[in-house]
């Protein structure tokens, strides 16, 4: 192998990725650490002080050494190959031999220079080496998936074991694998866990702050056993594969009870999966524990102690609509109100609130639930999702006879769901005098506080938010990656939002027809303030990053 010196400083200078002052300081920071008696390596510590983001290093080292770069995630990973390597000498030095064929052994590293580890396993394996850049916090996810792989793998192992001596589907090692498979989506904060089958093996990924993440990739024959054991968890019926099923069943983990809503649908090779984990604590959530800006959770606050009128909390699915519902309802239930729900499904039961589920089969519609509720005089309804001309009218209805109506909808901004409304055949003067108003929200992902560090945005990132920063000095932030976020450089979510208020002059606009553009215009010299430029307040402070709101924010929305 032919080992080749690199001065990366010098490179970083000469790209303009750091300046003279910055490389003095890591350099300085790198003595520090060599009088501690620690050995760091000097891009590593650029990296750590924010200087330079470890893919614009990993591009100049590309470049320079010849090296190409690899997106692990992309690759077939072969874990057990992989088990032949003690865990702790990859974790140290950054290395990961993902594959091998008849020529090479093929080992992706953050750490090119290291030569004397390439060698190492060359003579292991009996190969010559083949080295790729890879990202740091990606060797270690799979590192992390690596130790999950082992234990599966003893778990599969029994389970084969079990099922060649007893036909029977109930086996102790299926028992330990659903439990294994559901306690690590927890540990991992998981929301849903998709099992998905391929042609030859099958997937289980899991959706963590928004994200769907890959979670492990098994052998076909551990399916069947494995979705059969979760239907009968979720009374379902084992031998319908044709229609889809939905169920529910409740686990204890660590002392906390979690209940798993379960769906099923056919696929090309057999049933997709999808568990909805439910963590009951969630409902307990206060108004100021949602994430809302202090401004904007005040004019929601009063937005819902209106005595009557239709108040609407819009933005995908999974943006936090029914949380944001259910924190409302808390801050309003009492004895001295009646408060009803209709919703499809009940997920969490609330105290002193009478829920009614949905249930089409014999006719029971959110619109029809609407106009038999009003006999059991409510003070307070809300409506899990308004999809259709009839629920909305049964809601105005309901609204113009002296109710408080909190429901959602799906809209992109606030200012749409009036739009919207009249899209769905609502007259425009029965809105512009039922609506009260309407937040738009979406969950963006935080920074981990366990490794955030300063960082640098690149030129392109700062191009497309210039517009909207007035304020040059801001310190930005990013995750670098660490096992308490998953090497996401994430951990938690917080939302942005937005509260359009309808007073009378907007009230009037609606009545009126006039366009979004004219009532938006309005609403701003009213103090609306509009999801993006709560973003960037967010971005300021800290809380998240650039990347993260142009994943969930349109920039050209303002």
Do not use: W
């Amino acid at each position: 192998m032919i080992k080749k010196q690199v001065k990366i400083g010098d490179l970083l200078i000469e790209e303009g990725y750091v300046n003279k002052d910055e490389l003095d300081i890591a350099l300085q920071k790198q003595k520090d650490f060599r009088l501690e008696g620690k050995h760091k390596k000097l891009g590593e510590i650029l990296v750590d002080l924010g200087f330079v983001d470890e893919k614009v290093l990993l591009k100049v080292l590309s470049e320079q050494l010849g090296i190409d770069f690899v997106d692990l995630y992309t690759q077939k990973i072969d874990y057990e190959f992989l088990s032949s390597f003690p865990i702790n000498l990859l974790e140290e030095n950054l290395v990961l031999p993902f594959k091998y064929d008849e020529n090479f052994v093929y080992i992706a590293t953050a750490d090119p220079l290291n030569y004397d580890i390439f060698e190492m396993i060359e003579n292991f394996v009996g190969k010559r080496a083949k080295i790729y850049l890879a990202l740091s916090n990606d060797i270690l996810h799979i590192i992390e998936n690596l130790k999950k792989y082992l234990k599966a793998k003893e778990l599969i192992n029994r389970i084969r074991e079990e099922l060649s001596n007893n036909a029977l589907l109930v086996t102790g090692a299926i028992d330990e694998f659903v439990d294994f498979i559901l306690k690590d989506a927890i540990d991992k904060r998981c929301t849903d866990l998709h099992i998905e089958p391929q042609k030859s093996n099958f997937l289980i990924r899991g959706r963590i702050d928004g994200v769907l993440n890959e979670l492990f990739s098994f052998d076909k024959d551990i399916y069947y056993p494995l979705v059969s054991k979760i239907k009968l968890l979720a009374s379902l019926d084992i031998s319908e594969k044709r229609k889809p099923q939905d169920g529910r069943f409740s686990k204890e983990f660590d002392g906390k009870t979690y209940d798993f809503r379960v769906s099923t649908a056919p696929v090309l090779y057999g049933e997709s999966v999808v568990l909805r984990i439910l963590d009951s604590s969630k409902i307990f959530l206060k108004m100021n524990e949602l994430g809302m800006s202090e401004y904007n959770l005040k004019k929601f606050e009063n937005l819902i102690r209106v005595p009557y009128g239709m108040v609407f909390v819009t933005g995908p699915t999974g943006s936090g609509k029914t949380t944001t519902l259910y924190a409302a309802l808390n801050e309003l239930k009492g004895p001295d109100k009646k408060i009803i729900t209709i919703e499809d499904p009940v997920e969490y039961e609330l105290p002193l609130i009478q829920q009614i589920p949905v249930n089409y089969k014999i006719g029971l519609t959110f619109a029809s639930i609407i106009k038999n509720i009003l006999r059991q005089d409510p003070d307070i309804i809300m409506i899990g999702e308004v999809r259709d001309s009839d629920t909305l009218k049964s809601a105005i209805q309901s609204a113009l006879t002296g109710h408080l109506v909190l429901a959602t909808l799906h809209t992109n901004d606030a200012i749409s769901t009036i739009t919207r409304l009249i899209q769905m055949g609502a007259e425009p003067y029965m809105v512009g005098e039922t609506l009260v108003g309407a937040v738009a929200q979406r969950l963006v992902r935080k920074i981990c506080p366990y490794c955030k560090r300063i960082y640098k945005p690149t030129k392109e990132e700062l191009e497309k938010i210039k517009k909207y920063i007035k304020d040059k000095n801001i310190t930005f932030y990013k995750g670098i990656g660490c096992n308490k976020c998953n090497f996401t450089g994430y951990l938690g979510r917080e939302m942005i939002s937005e509260v359009l208020v309808v007073n009378e002059e907007i009230s009037n606009l609606i009545v009126e027809g006039k366009d979004r553009s004219v009532i938006l215009s309005v609403a701003k010299a009213n103090g609306f303030v509009t999801m993006l430029e709560d973003a960037i307040e967010k971005l300021k402070k800290g809380i998240t990053t650039i990347e993260e709101i142009l994943r969930v924010v349109k920039v050209d929305s303002v």
